[in-house]
């Protein structure tokens, strides 16, 4: 059992970053895969980005180049920094550990 926090999310224009966080109650050292999700209204959740303990990264093509996602396993945290954000990045971004634990999820809301 693990429980997630996000954070980090917010109002931001377009072209703009933000670096979500997600905070990990215990070592996450044993974990094989952290990632990131989003979902936007209306639609399905969707895989932006995960990171193996190796530190093998894989990203969606929407997003591959702008977010770039890391682990501290040291640290027990997650992050993914968002650049070059666009309006279609608007979501509520979900952390998720292994293949069962979530996150509650943080807005991300990208508009002029």
């Known amino acids: 059992q693990v429980q997630l926090v996000e954070s980090g999310g917010g109002l931001v224009q377009p072209g703009g970053s933000l670096r979500l966080s997600c905070a990990a109650s215990?070592?996450?050292?044993?974990?094989?895969?952290m990632g990131w999700y989003r979902q936007a209204p209306g639609k399905q959740r969707e895989l932006v980005a995960t990171?193996?303990?190796?530190?093998?990264?894989n990203y969606a093509d929407s997003v591959k180049g702008r977010f770039t996602i890391s682990r501290d396993n040291a640290k027990n945290t997650v992050s993914l920094q968002m650049n070059s954000l666009k309006p279609e990045d608007t979501a509520v971004y979900y952390c998720?550990?292994?293949?069962?634990?979530w996150g509650q999820g943080t807005q991300v809301t990208v508009s002029s």
């Open positions: 998720k550990a292994g293949a069962a634990f």
């Open positions: 215990r070592n996450i050292f044993t974990i094989a895969t």
């Open positions: 990171i193996s303990s190796a530190g093998v990264t």
